[in-house]
Every structure is written in C-alpha cells, then in structure tokens.
C-alpha cells in the first residue's frame, strides 16, 4: 500500500487515540462528594451597590405631605428636602420600585397609587434622567397585576419602561444579612440603574402588622421566599441592610387598615391623603405605623433595623417637615 | 435435529496466533487476580461511621434556636439530654469487678521514679513532658494466673496525651471508643482522654478477659476528667481522605529526620495512592526558615532537589529521593508537607491541598 | 491455541465477572471489590456523561482502556467483554436449530442493522441538551438493572442465596419482560440487539473507522463458497465487502474458510470494505430531530418544576434534579447495594426522563442512617460518594449541616395517639437522630368509656430530621402509614427546601 494512504491512516489513528486520551483526562472530575457540594455551594453572585446620594449638612431628611393632588404634593415635598435636583440629575437611569404585588384596582389600597407613581416619574424627567424602568416581581401573575393596579397604564403615560420578571432576569445575589446570606434577586432593573427609588403603599399585614417602605423590597426577591415568613423581622431588617434607596415614598394617600396585605373591600381603605417622603426607611416607616394608630415601639423589625445601625426610629428629633399641598 | 456439524476448521494455527493467544490468557488471568486483590483493600469508613466524626457529638455545642417563634423574647429551648458525668476522688480506687481483687496497693510514679516501674521505657513518656503515673493491678480470684495492670500516665497537657498514644499504636488494630480515642490489641486496650494516656493490660489473651478488661476501662475512661482542650495538629491536618487512626505526634525525630520536632504526621488516601503528610508549628518565623534549610539540605545529601517555589505567601521544595518524591513547604512558622510519595504529581497536589487548607491557620 | 478458544475463554471470563460483581454488590460482601468497573469501563456512558456534564467523573477514565484498543482492533469489545452480547451469543447458539445454509443467510447484513444508529444519534443529540437516556439501552447499564431487578429476586426466591430479607423492586415484571424479550429475539435473528439496537455496539462501530487491524479478504483465493457467514456474529458481510462498522472482531470467519482467504490485517486497502454504517443522511436528521425534541417535550411536562412529585425522595449525596438527570445511567447499582430495599426504580414519578432512576420508597425500606453505599458505587456521580461524617453533618461538615432527603409528616387522622386513643410512638422510638426528630407531648384524655388514658402524642422537628424514613417504615398503620416523608426539605435542591435557615 501507498506510504501517504498509510500515513493518512495511521496518522489519523494514532490522533483519535491521544486526543481521546488527552480529551479523558482534560475533562476528569476527581472530586469527592464533599468537594462537589462545597464548590456547588460557592456560585458567583452579583452585588448590590448603595443608591443614596450625599445629603448637605443640615437638608431635611423626612417631609409628610398633606394634600389630595400627588403631583403638587411631591412637589412640595421633595421641595422641601431639597428638590428633586439634589437626588437625581441629568443622565440618570432611576428605578422606581412600587408595590404591584396583588392582582386589584388602586382603590382598594393594596398597590402603590399610580398618580402617585406618575408624579415621581415626571419629577425625575424633569430633573434630567435619562430612563425610568418601573419593576416589580409581584405575588400573583405580573401582566394582570400590573394592568389592574393601574401601573402599566401610569408607566406608559409619562414614557417609562415596564419591566416584567421573566426567569432570565434573576441572579443570586449576595445580601450578607443576618438572616439570608444570599437570594435570587430581580436583578435585570439593577444592572443599568444609578438611582432606585421605593413607592410603598401603606398597608396592614396579617403577618408583621404592616407592610411599609421597608418591606416593599420583598418585591425584587424570588425565588423560595414564602420562607421569609418563618423569620419575617429578621428578613425585613436584612431588607433595609440590603437596599439603600435614593429615597422613598410611602404612600399613604390610601391606606388599607385592616385585612392586609391585600385587602378586597373599599371598608378596608381610609382615604388619608398623605405621602411621606425620606431617605431614611426606618424613620418613614416608624411615622408610618402610626397612621395605624399603633405604637412603633412594638414594631418588632423597626427595632430590629434600629440595633443593627440601619436607620432611626427617633424621627421626630432630625430634620423632618410637615408640608401642605394643593 | 435439523442442526449438522459444520464440515471445516481451520487446521494450521501460525506462531504469531499461538503466541498471542497466550499473552492474551495471561492478560486475563492477571486481570481476575488484580480485581482479587483490590478486592482486598478497602476503607473499613465505608461501612461504619469514622470515629473522629462521632468525637464531634460528646460535648453540648451551642445549639441554634429551634422551633423558636419570631418574636424571641426569653423563652430558650431546653438544653440536650447529656452532660459530663462527675468524677470521684480516686480513679483507680475500686475498679475491681466481681470475682476479681486489687493486688497491692495503688502506687504512683513522678519523673524522677518512672524508670523504677518500667526501665527503658520511661524516656519516651519523660519526652512527651510524663507528669505522673498511678497504676494497680488487678487479679482474678478464680484464676490467680489472669491478671490485668492498670497504667494512667498523667501526660501534663492533652497533646502530650495524644502524642504518646499515637506513636505507641500501631497499624490495624481495632478501635474502640473509649476516651477521645482509643484501640484494642488482643485483650488490652489503650486510650487517651484529656490529659491522660491509659493503658489496661491484660495477662493472656482470651474474649472472657477481654470482656472484664473492657469493663474495667469503660469504667475508669467516665472518671477521668478531660478539659476539652484541642489539639491543634488533629484540627489543622485536614479530615478530608486522612485514614482514620494515622495520625501521630512527634516531639522529636519525626520521619526519622532529627530536625523534625513538634511533628504532626498522618496518612492519607489520594485516589489509590497513601500519601503520608506531615505539619509541624515552630515557635517562630524564623525557627521555621531554619527547619526549612535542614530539609532542604537533607533533600540535596540522599537525593535531588528537583523544584523550588517561592512566593511572598509561601516557600516550597520539591525533592526526588529515588523512586519517591517529598514536597516541604513554610508558610509563616508552619512547616509542612508530603514525605515517600511515590508518584510526583500526586506528590506536589497533595502538599498544595495541604497548603491551602492551612490558608487561614497561621 | 486458536485465537476464537482464547476469545471464549475471554468471553466467560468477563460475564463471570459481571455476575460476581451483580452477586457482591451487597453490604456484607463488597469490600473493596470495584463492582462498577464494567460501568466505569463503558465508552458511551463516559462519551454521554461528557456530553452532558462536560467533565468525566472519576472512576469513568477506565472507559479509556476499552477506548483506546477500539482504534486499534475495532469492535473487540462486543464480542470479547460485553457480557450482555455473550448471553445474546449463548442463548442464540443454545437454542440454534439451523442447518449450515440456514445460518449463513440469518448472518447476511440487513439494512435494520442501521436503527442502532439512528438510536444512538437520537440519544447523543438529547444528551447535548441535558437529558442522558442512554442508560435505558445501553447493554452494561440494561444488564446491571435487570438482574439487580428481576433475575436476583428470582434466583432468591428459588434458593434464598441472595438476601437476607428477600428484595422487592417496583415493576419488575417491566424490566423481566424486556430482558427476556431481547434474550429471545436472538431465535428470529441472531445477535438480535447486538445487531439492531445497542447504541454502544453503535459507538463503537463508528470509532472503528480508525482502527488498524482490520478483516481482509484475498479475493484470489476466495470462491464465494459464503461459509465465512455461517457463524459470523456481527454479520459483517466478510464475503464481500467487509462492514467494519458491524465487524466484532470474534474471528470465526478466519476459522471456517476452507481457502485461508480471511485474514486479521494491520491496515488492508479500504477499497475492500464498507468503512462507515450504511445510513440515510434523512433519516439520520429524523433521529436527531427526535432526540432534540425529546428534551423540550419531556421537561416541559413541568415534572422538575412546578409538578415535582412527593415520592421523588433520591438517595442521599444525589445532585440536584436537573444534573440528577444529566448523570443518572439507570444502571441501579445504588439499588442493588442499598442494603434495606429502600431504593427502587421509578417508572413514571420523575417524569419520562426519569424511568429506572432511583427513588426512595420507605413503605419498603428506609434510609439506613450510617450507610453511605449508593454513593460509594455510583459510577457517574449522580450520587457522590459522601462520607458518612458529611451525610450526618458532623465533624469538618457540621457547618454545612446534615443532608436531608425529606421531610416526615405526621398525618394525624391516621395516628394512633393522635386520633385513635391508643398509645404507640414506634416512630419516635426508632428515629436515629440524637436528639430525636420526633419529640413528644404527654396528653391526659378520657376515652369513650370514661376512663383516663395517658397519651404520648408526636410531634416532628423539622430542623432535625433527615427524610430518612425508618419512621415510616415502622408506623404499624401498614396500609397507608401515619406518619409519611415526602421530597420537601431535600438540602441538595434550594428549590425544595423547607426551611428558611
């Protein structure tokens, strides 16, 4: 036989032999069981940046709004802590977190107010920003929530883009709380944002006796966490540990005072035609409780936060307002 | 039956075939008695629970809130079922059990005297720092010739303890948990708990002997107090694929070496390989750059010095000793490293995974 | 001596083997023996776990020593290890009424020869995307099961040399049946699964293109007499143009020719020889299409999801569901070594992908608590070999915690304490766990006939227990058991868990 046709062969042999060799051994696995579970414990996580601006010495931190007109009431509000300057500027991509979470109309005070929502949008258009992305992974399905809620409508009236929670937009992320150490996070709103702002209804929950701006964070987890339950003050304190927010609203233009969190009657909802606005979430939050008519103090993850240095329940003795509106 | 003998068969069989055909017979006999003989060799962890693991569930460890409501205002969970037993004044006193009396009296021993009782012997315990000895013996009344020697050698510290304990034990000898560690040869049994080394020796060998010998240090084990003190080189040697009952402690003279002091020594199973791995804490930096050089050196004089590392973390040497590789490294005022490995690469990983684990040890 | 009487020898050597590795894959007698060599020797189980996980787990390397000497000699394997071919071989010969003409044209090649392939390529094209099926046809995986499954038991209720306490196994008059089946195939055509549908026979066949050593036919001194096919076995077509695809290489041909025309050649001219399998380029597509399509078919039937049923509880140190089934081989090693009958084949539970793959069942048994057995045998790590220590969560491992394969749930209608005024607590008795997983709370009630009666009611801890079943095993509510362990609360799935911490 030719020597090339036999070269060819056995060339092409003696390839499949070490390559198969060398393929075997490049590719070889020799971790025991323990190792396995050690390294599939260890998977890579995003992390979470701090969205709080400086504040000058002496600016006003919390502002309570009386009014009926969401718009003038942000205003007035905002305006008093500084303006919406002082928080967003020209070029800003700004997330702006509401609660969508149960599939109801507004009236019945389970999602955030969508005037409400509209007012803080086109604050931070006016101020410069160069995208608003509303997000929220909510309980019951997204389209109907964010369509009956009204949210939907709200985000494609002042031009802002929606953004649903498919699977692809999740990432373990580390949180580092006392509790969770890491979680699936909605993190696809994150990844372009420079400023996240919290539009939390005010709301009674059957659980931890009120859900505010604190536990409006749960809204960008998934993931298993109907365990949060099991320990849920310790989660909402990680909560304010895991987000630190430009600032946040509480929207207490409505709030649902009894069977919460999501309500079902009009009965269930007092009209109170407030926002409170600030930079602190344990602060606003505390204030919030009152509306309730209960006392803070028994609030068990305001002090939580509180121990752990994540913010302060003596609102009353910093910088705060108290504003009229239109 | 329709099914007929075929007509032919090949008749002539070449020289190549024949002898292929051999070779061939050959490779299968080797192959069935190699699996027979792997068959042989197995870890005896497989098939119960590994004894170091269970030293894990003695002391009442802080057990996170169980089953405890959110709000956790005082109510804590009632503490575990066991607690450590108190121990009585003289440990040795009354340990005779039915049928049996104490010979003499209890005597004890200091380092001054131990060689009165056990001659040569004694200078291994006075290396390991030997603080006292209390023994008796016990004898059987129904057979005068049956008797059993109870030896607690009051080492000083729990490392001492376990140190002379380790190197007196000796390969394949069935464990028994007694103390925090503990083995049986024949129908005596050795264990160390705390700062004791027992030794309770029986006179013939025999399961009726045996049984009274377990009883006895079962017995004598729940008095003697242990402080629960670690030692540092059953912590720091990692867990992971070390043969149970290897490790050793050396003050001095370690592998044979003279300037190996203060050694921890273990074997371990790497794939199908024994890897014996050793780790010793010198008193500083400096003491151990010097513990370095003597290895080195000792590598250079009874074979080669085939690779040296040097980062800012750590200092590694690789030697070839003939046949078989040893890889040394420091890091801070450890030294450590892998010793008669036969292969290179399993040599060098080995001493790396052992490098690494020690990353947060210094 | 003749090269076909060493290949003999050759042959009962390794099938001798493989039933002394099926007989002492069993607690008391393992010891160091590697029982899943045959497994871990295995080129397409290696080749598809490859393909699946992207590495080769440990022990699978050995697949080299059968890889290697294919590209030399060619499809040696089928006919000098396969113990799945030497039974196909054996029964054929044992039950062979034909007469000299008869068998050679049964030993002719047919164009069914070439589903093998389109099986293969429906398989290895499904692996790519994350589901390995190769273990419902491979031959080592498909022998190991059905004598763990069906044979052993039967032998055992014959003699009583097997078990201890007799092994049942859910279905195994499936995978009896089937065995039988492909067994008695070889009397339609000999060699039937061989020949027509082993998919490793099919990998093997591919690879020997490259192999050196090949059959060659001296045409000058053949006469077309065809009494090379009378007992050719991979029915090569040696008369003619050999088919080195289907060619094992068991030499039989060399022995009959009368003319010494056949000979075993280091490199003869390809022109003599079909070299590749004779496969329609379409048809080849429409295996593909279906192993492409098997995978988003099967996994959006949602049974890893959001239908995850309760009774898949995997054998402790198994990976999570997903690599689970990217691993598992179906070759029920773990079901054969478990030493309480626990583990048994699922059919349908885990959904299509996960038929012979193993599941928990404590109705007939429990998970031993210092066992580690499934995992020590397994030959792809869908099982990793966790040390006792790690599985309980003590010493190094006591910061990763023990490893749970379930919850235990009390179903209080059911018990006796709870709703029957009778005391028992078994399940609190034999719970391993120190301390236990069951607790209890004394309970003082007047019965129907007014008498008081002291009742110890039991409670499960579920930051304890470990899913392993003994309580189960033992409720004496024997037909559906009062206290049942469902796959909730598995550490090795996030997904599933129970508890927050």
């Not at chain 1, 509303?134 to 309980?139: G, K, L, R, S």
């Not at chain 3, 083997?17 to 080129?43: H, M, N």
């Amino acid at each position: 036989m030719e020597r090339r046709e036999f070269l060819k062969r056995a060339g092409a042999t003696c390839i499949a032999v070490v390559g198969s060799a060398l393929g075997a051994v490049w590719l070889h696995d020799s971790r025991s069981g323990a190792e396995y579970f050690r390294d599939s414990k260890s998977k890579k996580t995003k992390s979470l940046k701090s969205y709080r601006v400086n504040r000058m010495k002496g600016a006003v931190d919390m502002a309570i709004v009386r009014g009926k007109d969401p718009d003038k009431m942000m205003r007035a509000g905002l305006g008093e802590m500084g303006g919406i300057g002082s928080f967003v500027q020209k070029g800003d991509v700004v997330v702006i977190k509401p609660n969508v979470a149960f599939d109801r109309p507004p009236a019945l005070g389970a999602t955030t107010n969508p005037d409400v929502l509209k007012a803080v949008a086109r604050l931070c258009q006016e101020a410069g920003a160069r995208k608003i992305i509303v997000a929220d992974n909510p309980i019951n399905q997204p389209e109907g929530c964010f369509f009956k809620s009204g949210i939907q409508q709200a985000a494609e009236e002042v031009g802002a883009e929606v953004m649903l929670p498919r699977p692809s937009a999740f990432a373990l992320t580390k949180i580092d709380g006392e509790v969770l150490s890491t979680w699936l996070m909605f993190y696809r709103p994150l990844e372009q944002a420079t400023k996240v702002i919290g539009v939390a209804p005010c709301k009674d929950h059957n659980l931890c006796s009120a859900s505010m701006t604190m536990k409006n964070w749960y809204g960008l987890l998934g993931g298993r966490r109907n365990q949060f339950h099991q320990q849920i003050h310790d989660v909402i304190a990680d909560f304010s540990h895991m987000m630190k927010p430009t600032f946040v609203v509480l929207d207490a233009t409505r709030v649902l005072m009894q069977n919460g969190p999501t309500g079902g009657r009009l009965s269930d909802v007092s009209e109170m035609n407030t926002l409170v606005i600030g930079t602190d979430m344990v602060a606003v939050d505390t204030y919030g409780y009152t509306l309730f008519g209960r006392d803070p103090d028994k609030l068990g993850y305001l002090r939580k936060a509180e121990a752990r240095g994540l913010g302060s329940t003596k609102w009353k003795e910093q910088n705060w307002r108290e504003v009229l509106a239109g | 039956m329709r099914r007929k003998r075929r007509g032919f068969i090949r008749g002539r069989i070449s020289r190549t075939e024949t002898v292929i055909s051999c070779m061939l017979l050959l490779l299968i006999a080797g192959i069935g008695i190699a699996i027979y003989a792997k068959g042989q060799i197995y870890d005896p962890n497989l098939f119960s629970l590994n004894q170091f693991a269970l030293s894990n569930t003695r002391s009442v460890s802080a057990q996170p809130d169980r089953l405890v409501p959110p709000e956790d205002e005082g109510s804590k969970p009632s503490p575990a079922m066991d607690a450590p037993v108190p121990s009585p004044s003289g440990p040795l006193d009354g340990l005779a059990p039915a049928g049996w009396k104490t010979l003499g009296n209890v005597s004890q021993f200091t380092a001054d005297t131990l060689f009165e009782k056990i001659d040569g012997r004694a200078e291994q315990y006075l290396d390991y720092k030997f603080v006292r000895l209390t023994c008796v013996s016990l004898v059987n009344e129904q057979d005068k010739s049956q008797f059993i020697d109870i030896y607690v050698f009051d080492m000083g510290k729990p490392a001492q303890a376990f140190g002379v304990f380790s190197v007196e034990r000796s390969d394949g000898l069935p464990a028994i948990a007694l103390g925090r560690e503990g083995y049986r040869a024949e129908a005596s049994y050795f264990f160390w708990k705390g700062r004791y080394y027992v030794q309770v020796l029986a006179s013939n060998k025999g399961t009726k002997l045996a049984q009274v010998g377990l009883s006895v240090a079962g017995t004598l084990e729940k008095r003697l107090n242990d402080n629960g003190e670690p030692i540092w080189g059953l912590t720091a040697l990692p867990e992971t694929d070390r043969i149970p009952g290897t490790v050793q402690y050396f003050v001095t003279d370690a592998m044979s070496l003279d300037f190996m002091k203060d050694t921890y020594i273990a074997q371990y199973r790497k794939g199908g390989a024994k890897v014996m791995a050793f780790l010793s804490k010198q008193s500083s930096p400096d003491a151990a750059v010097k513990t370095l050089t003597s290895y080195e050196a000792y590598l250079k004089k009874f074979g080669k010095v085939i690779g040296k590392q040097e980062t800012d973390i750590y200092t590694s040497v690789t030697g070839d000793m003939g046949g078989t590789f040893d890889v040394v490294f420091r890091k801070g005022r450890l030294i450590g490293g892998v010793s008669m490995v036969e292969n290179q690469s399993v040599a060098e990983k080995a001493a790396l995974d052992l490098l690494a684990v020690l990353r947060d040890k210094d | 001596m003749r090269i076909t009487h060493i290949r003999l020898v050759s042959q009962i050597f390794f099938i001798g083997l493989f039933l002394f590795f099926t007989f002492i894959t069993q607690f008391g007698y393992l010891k160091g023996y590697p029982v899943s060599l045959f497994l871990e020797a295995d080129p397409l189980v290696a080749i598809a776990t490859a393909i699946t996980t992207h590495t080769l787990y440990r022990g699978l390397l050995w697949s080299l020593v059968i890889l290697i000497p294919t590209f030399l000699l060619g499809r040696f394997f089928c006919n000098w290890i396969c113990p799945y071919g030497t039974l196909h071989q054996f029964i054929g010969w044992l039950f062979d009424n034909r007469s000299v003409k008869e068998r050679i044209e049964s030993n002719r090649y047919r164009k069914v020869f070439a589903l093998k392939y389109y099986i293969l390529i429906g398989l290895l094209v499904a692996a790519v995307f994350g589901s390995l099926q190769i273990g419902l046809l491979d031959p080592i995986c498909l022998f190991f099961r059905s004598v763990t499954v069906s044979v052993l038991p039967a032998i055992d209720m014959a003699t009583g040399w097997i078990y201890v306490q007799p092994f049942v196994h859910q279905f195994a008059w499936l995978v009896g049946f089937l065995l039988f089946f492909f067994v008695s195939m070889n009397l339609v055509i000999p060699r039937f699964f061989c020949r027509v549908v082993c998919p490793l026979g099919a990998t093997l066949g591919l690879l020997s293109r490259f192999s050196l050593w090949r059959i060659e036919r001296d045409e000058k001194k053949c006469d077309s007499c065809n009494l090379c096919l009378q007992r050719c076995e991979g029915a090569s077509d040696p008369h003619t143009a050999l088919r080195k695809s289907e060619c094992v290489v068991c030499f039989h041909c060399i022995d009959d020719c009368p003319h010494a025309a056949l000979s075993f050649k280091m490199l003869p001219p390809l022109s003599h020889e079909v070299t590749l399998p004779d496969l329609n380029r379409r048809r080849a597509i429409f295996a593909g299409l279906t192993g492409l399509l098997f995978f988003p078919f099967s996994r959006s039937s949602g049974d890893l999801t959001k239908n995850f049923k309760k009774e898949i509880m995997r054998p402790p140190g198994a990976v999570a569901e997903p690599e689970f089934l990217e691993r598992c081989v179906k070759c029920d090693q773990c079901i054969r070594v478990c030493p309480t009958n626990v583990l048994q084949p699922a059919l349908f539970e885990a959904g299509v992908e996960g038929i012979w793959a193993p599941i928990m069942n404590m109705k007939m048994g429990y998970c031993e608590l210092n066992c580690t057995l499934c995992g020590q045998t397994c030959p792809t790590g869908a099982i990793q070999k966790i040390s006792i220590a790690q599985k309980l969560g003590l010493g190094e491992f006591a910061k990763l915690g023990l490893v749970r394969t379930g919850t235990a749930f009390f179903d209080r209608g059911r018990c006796l304490p709870w709703s029957m005024d009778t005391p028992c607590v078994v399940c609190q008795e034999v719970c391993p766990i120190s301390p236990k997983a069951i607790f209890s709370r004394e309970a003082e009630i007047t019965n129907r006939w007014g008498k008081k009666v002291k009742l110890t009611r039991p409670y499960v801890d579920p930051t304890l227990c470990n899913g392993c079943g003994i309580c189960e095993h033992e409720c004496p509510v024997k037909d559906l058991r009062a206290i049942r362990v469902t796959a909730v609360g598995e550490t090795r799935s996030q997904e599933r868990s129970l508890l927050l911490k």
